[in-house]
């Protein structure tokens, strides 16, 4: 009896020396090609990319991670500060994490596992929170707009824009006093970043072109 209890807890302990050990599973993405926006959420801080060979890249970093033998077992990373990244594909949103810890870098799946990037991720992060800046990129896109007033516009993007799935409203500044009243249809160049404040705003907008009116 003595000799089957000693076996057994032998057993356990290879056991539990093993599952501490075991890797987690590989990240779950959605496959590149259907990923259409990027966004990055920090404290009150958000901006989007649409720029498709930003998405790219960056969906090949998370693609090339290392998977750890820490595990994920909250909705959210069990840190202070963190990043939640909302890949946004096919009018769904994957949502992971960012954030370091004891100098080490991790990108975090909610049940799925923890993983270290390469540096060239934080890179890419660097890269979009600068671009609220201003960058040479012009993006176009369609909206309606629902209010005026002497300097500002509220619009909704068109259908089928992928500002749409930012947000549906977005507000932007119309010194120039363009003169417009709800129901036109505008073409808005700006450089491609939304900051998720609700009505979301733009990053630098460039042009606003009347391309129908009431």
Do not use: W
Not at 110 to 127: C, N, S, V
Not at 131 to 139: E, M, V, Y
């Amino acid at each position: 009896m003595k000799k089957t209890k000693v076996i057994f807890l032998i057993i356990l302990t290879l056991g539990m020396i093993t599952a501490c050990g075991k890797k987690g599973e590989p990240i779950a993405l959605p496959d590149v090609s259907t990923v259409s926006s990027i966004e990055i959420h920090h404290g009150d801080i958000s901006v989007v990319s649409i720029d498709q060979s930003f998405v790219d890249e960056f969906m090949l970093l998370l693609q090339d991670m290392e998977i750890t033998d820490r595990q994920s077992v909250n909705d959210a990373p069990a840190v202070d500060d963190y990043m939640a990244i909302d890949l946004n594909y096919d009018n769904q949103v994957s949502t992971i994490f960012y954030y370091e810890k004891n100098s080490v870098e991790y990108v975090e799946q909610p049940y799925q596992g923890i993983y270290k990037p390469a540096p060239a991720l934080r890179e890419k992060i660097t890269e979009l929170f600068n671009s609220i800046d201003g960058t040479d990129t012009i993006f176009t896109f369609q909206a309606t707009v629902l209010q005026v007033n002497d300097t500002r516009l509220l619009v909704e993007p068109v259908a089928g824009s992928v500002e749409l799935t930012s947000s549906d409203q977005i507000s932007l500044s119309n010194e120039e006093g363009i003169a417009l009243q709800a129901g036109d249809v505008v073409e808005i160049e700006y450089d491609g970043s939304i900051m998720e404040t609700y009505p979301a705003q733009l990053g630098n907008v460039y042009s606003i072109r009347v391309v129908t009116q009431e």
